[in-house]
């Protein structure tokens, strides 16, 4: 893990597209600005690991779900 120190106003430029600026110190708190491309998902880690949490459980859940899905369609084409 690579830790920097910056105070408010400073920044952290990550390969040439996203930064990453310090813009306030409240007590415990930092709040940050960040710059990215718009294909770049940025996500609170709690909600990354529910996300992938639920996609998990998506994924498992009913593992023929979609062969079935995809014989009612095919039914419905030769209707």
């Known amino acids: 893990m690579l830790v920097l120190s910056r105070k408010k ?3 952290i430029i990550i390969q040439d597209h996203i930064e990453i600026k310090v813009l306030a110190v ?9 710059v ?3 294909h770049v998902d940025i996500f609170r880690k709690e909600i990354y690991l ?3 949490e639920a996609n998990r ?3 498992s859940a009913n593992p023929n ?3 079935a899905l995809l014989g ?3 039914d419905i084409g030769t209707e």
């Open 9 to 11: 106003g400073e920044s």
């Open 26 to 34: 409240e007590g415990d708190t930092i709040k940050l600005g960040l």
């Open 36 to 38: 990215a491309p718009k």
């Open 50 to 52: 529910e996300i992938q």
């Open 57 to 59: 459980e998506s994924a």
């Open 65 to 67: 779900g979609l062969a």
């Open 72 to 74: 009612q369609l095919k």
